[in-house]
């Protein structure tokens, strides 16, 4: 669910797995283990959420709603 959701949302933006790594201070190789199903960090996880501006409990499958709540 969480890999899905990371790469449709770098697809969306027409970014590279570099280039979305780099933001959010991952290795390349790092976010493509993302994408491929590795369990992400918290702090890589709050990274990505906040690159992408959705919530992290969405992300993760725990609610059905991606607005950060702020």
């Given amino acids: ?6 790469r449709q949302l770098r697809k969306d933006r027409h970014l ?3 280039e979305v790594a780099k933001e959010v201070g ?13 369990k ?3 702090d890589a996880l709050l990274h990505i959420a906040d690159f992408y501006g ?9 609610t059905d709603n991606p607005a950060v709540n702020r």
């Fill in 1 to 6: 669910m969480f890999s899905e959701k990371i």
């Fill in 26 to 38: 991952l290795s390349a190789r790092g976010y493509q283990d993302l994408e491929l199903g590795a």
């Fill in 40 to 42: 992400p960090r918290y």
């Fill in 16 to 18: 590279t797995q570099a």
């Fill in 54 to 62: 959705v919530s992290a409990d969405w992300l993760m499958g725990r």
